[in-house]
């Protein structure tokens, strides 16, 4: 049954247990935090928390260099308060997914120090390690500007260890068969404490596992193919959400052919070219990148996003293009991370113009697959740029105008709260936005219901309909529904017509599903439209009994700011 494929039609949150919610004063959110605002997620209508790395570590990259696979750090609680979260999140039917990181470990983690001491012990071949320095270890940096090498010597080992990311991040060598057995046990053992799936990291990277130049990529292949095999044997709703910043065509090698490989991945090609359109108002890369996503094996879905925990990535963005996107959203140096990407959150990037963040929320949801959205962005939170590289996106979260935001009562907060300026917490903060029916918050928890109710988005066939430049217009058809998502991406009032692929034997009108007014198709079965600058509307094909009322805002809604 295509229904039971839940992450289809999931809507995903990710946050970080560390900025969410502190219940002890520590200063430093956790478990038990986390655990007391489930209800609120329900509630905002998220289906799936995706947690960042949670396991102990000396967290010198947000927890990316775990020491331990099996525990919890003990900064965030115990592996039981990890389970009675798991509990309550399935007693009111919320998936878990967790951070998988395969790629690497951190220096402390035990297997390393193991290979640091002996040469002949086993674990020594769980890393990478050359005599000589490679003479490509200069290339392929991932943190440029921060990163020096991927190659460095350790005296203990007297070799040096290959590591993509930062030197504190041991490459695994996967290639490995204990290693690969280790991570299917690691697997296993979070499957069996509640999770429903994983977000694997740096999935590129695991294919690349013997530094740049790979010879023989199937291998790793397979290894994903047969990660995904051992996962739905012990759990068959098991889902793997893969990080994958790749070019659509390449795709299809991470899906698998037949599906058989990881059944989720983010779409990194068209949340840089969502940007693109949101700065210049031209849709064609979008369209084009859009176009290049579909045809997937019947298990494989998306993941959309607009920000997420690291820099907007644009690297892959044409000259022009990323220099458009740059200069609109992140035009001074210190809003810039690695010579590819924006170190800022989703509402500043927008100008905290809510007409904007209505429109790049509107265009996320509507696009083919599965939403992610990013803990505080739902209430339009700001950044802290005097934080170093990407710890300026990842404040503590602003629960209300209460001492730190209501996120903890300690003098030092794991990172500082967002205190003055119009994203400060006394103006930005969940307590404030739920009083107000008309605030941000309100608006995306009215969005996310309805669509859940579209479930022709996330199970669905997409067609891109034929109009002006500046307009996409999205017709979706699953099991004999069919919607029409239409956005205009340019700041002037924009009349059109669309023609959309019916099916059925009579001339239906469109429905509006923010407005509930009905569209009569012209004598030729097109449909005429009229879009707000930056306007969008929703529509459901057919009569009444198709149609689904929601209380979005009006047509000639005022653009208005956040706070
Ligand atoms: C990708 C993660 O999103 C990022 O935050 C991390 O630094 C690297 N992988 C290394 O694990
Ligand atoms: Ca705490």
């Known amino acids: 049954m295509s229904a039971d494929r839940w992450y289809k039609n999931a809507v995903i949150y990710s946050l970080s247990l560390d900025s969410f919610l502190d219940s002890n004063g520590d200063g430093i959110g956790d478990f038990a935090g986390l655990l007391d605002r489930i209800d609120y997620l329900q509630g905002l209508g998220v289906t799936a928390i995706w947690l960042m790395p949670f396991h102990p570590s000396p967290r010198r990259d947000h927890g990316y260099d775990v020491s331990d696979y099996y525990g919890v750090d003990p900064r965030y609680g115990t592996l039981g308060d990890f389970v009675e979260f798991t509990q309550a999140c399935r007693q009111r039917g919320i998936r878990v997914l967790m951070d998988l990181v395969l790629n690497h470990t951190s220096t402390e983690h035990p297997w390393f120090q193991a290979a640091l001491a002996d040469r002949n012990c ?192 644009i690297a892959r963005l044409p000259d022009e293009q990323r220099k458009a996107v740059f200069s609109t959203f992140g035009p001074d140096e210190e809003m810039q991370l690695y010579d590819r990407g924006i170190r800022r959150r989703l509402a500043p990037m927008l100008g905290g113009s809510r007409a904007k963040l209505e429109l790049a929320y509107s265009l996320m949801l509507t696009m083919p697959g599965t939403p992610v959205i990013r803990y505080g962005d739902e209430i339009g939170m700001g950044e802290d740029l005097s934080l170093p590289e990407r710890e300026a996106a990842r404040t503590p979260m602003q629960w209300s105008a209460e001492v730190n935001a209501g996120f903890t009562p300690c003098d030092e907060p794991v990172r500082p709260v967002i205190d003055h300026g119009p994203y400060g917490y006394r103006k930005v903060n969940v307590a404030m936005q739920r009083a107000d029916d008309g605030s941000f918050l309100r608006w995306i928890e009215r969005m996310l219901r309805m669509r859940k109710e579209l479930t022709e988005i996330g199970h669905g066939e997409f067609t891109i309909l034929d109009t ?48 509930n007014r009905s569209i009569p198709a012209s004598d030729d079965g097109s449909h005429d439209l009229v879009l707000e600058p930056l306007g969008y509307r929703w529509f459901r094909l057919g009569g009444l009994e198709d149609m689904i009322v929601n209380g979005g805002p009006a047509a000639d809604t005022p653009v208005r700011v956040v706070q």
């Open 468 to 515: 002006k430049s500046h307009i996409l217009a999205m017709q979706y058809t699953y099991e004999g529904r069919t919607s029409l998502f239409t956005h205009n991406l340019s700041d002037r009032k924009v009349e059109f017509a669309v023609k959309l692929d019916d099916k059925s034997e009579s001339v239906r009108p469109l429905v509006c599903l923010q407005t």
């Open 122 to 313: 086993k674990y020594r071949d769980f890393f990478i390690w050359a005599d000589k320095r490679p003479e490509d270890a200069d290339e392929g940096l991932i943190f440029p500007g921060v990163q020096e090498t991927t190659w460095t010597w350790n005296r203990h080992a007297q070799a040096y260890y290959f590591h993509r990311f930062y030197d504190f991040q041991p490459d695994l060598n996967l290639a490995n068969p204990q290693v690969q057995a280790e991570m299917l046990k690691i697997v296993g053992f979070w499957l069996e404490l509640g999770i429903s799936g994983f977000r694997v990291d740096a999935v590129p990277f695991l294919i690349a596992a013997d530094g740049i130049n790979v010879k023989d990529p199937e291998p790793a292949f397979e290894f994903l193919r047969h990660l995904r095999e051992f996962a739905q044997w012990r759990k068959g709703d098991a889902v793997f959400l893969a990080e994958a910043n790749i070019p659509p065509e390449d795709c299809v090698r991470y899906f698998g052919e037949t599906g058989d490989r990881l059944q989720m991945m983010f779409n990194f090609p068209v949340n840089q070219t969502l940007f693109y359109a949101l700065a210049s108002g031209d849709t064609a890369p979008l369209r084009e990148k859009l176009q290049a996503s579909r045809d997937l094996p019947p298990i494989a879905q998306w993941a959309h996003f607009l920000r997420n925990h690291d820099e907007l990535d």
